[in-house]
């Protein structure tokens, strides 16, 4: 279960992270607050997920 969150937070990361780049290189100037709602706010919940996920004991 630990791995599955890390890679799936890892994943939203980049996403969010990635589409939040292409816009902001895309010239969207006067839409930068709305483009960093729209990927700052699933950045930040992946990397909550990930730090959680890191925390969490290994089954062994």
Same mark, same amino acid.
């Given at each position: 279960?630990?791995?599955?969150?890390? !890679? &799936?937070?890892?994943?939203?990361m980049? *996403?969010?992270? $990635?589409?939040?780049?292409?816009? #902001?290189?895309g010239?969207?100037?006067?839409?930068?607050?709305? !483009? &960093?709602?729209?990927?700052?706010?699933? *950045?930040?919940? $992946?990397?909550?997920?990930?730090? #959680?996920?890191?925390?969490m004991?290994?089954?062994?």
């Amino acid at each position: 279960m630990r791995t599955f969150l890390m !890679v &799936f937070s890892i994943l939203i990361m980049v *996403f969010s992270g $990635g589409c939040s780049l292409y816009f #902001l290189l895309g010239g969207m100037g006067p839409y930068i607050s709305f !483009v &960093f709602v729209l990927g700052g706010i699933p *950045f930040v919940v $992946g990397l909550v997920i990930f730090l #959680l996920a890191r925390r969490m004991q290994k089954k062994t």
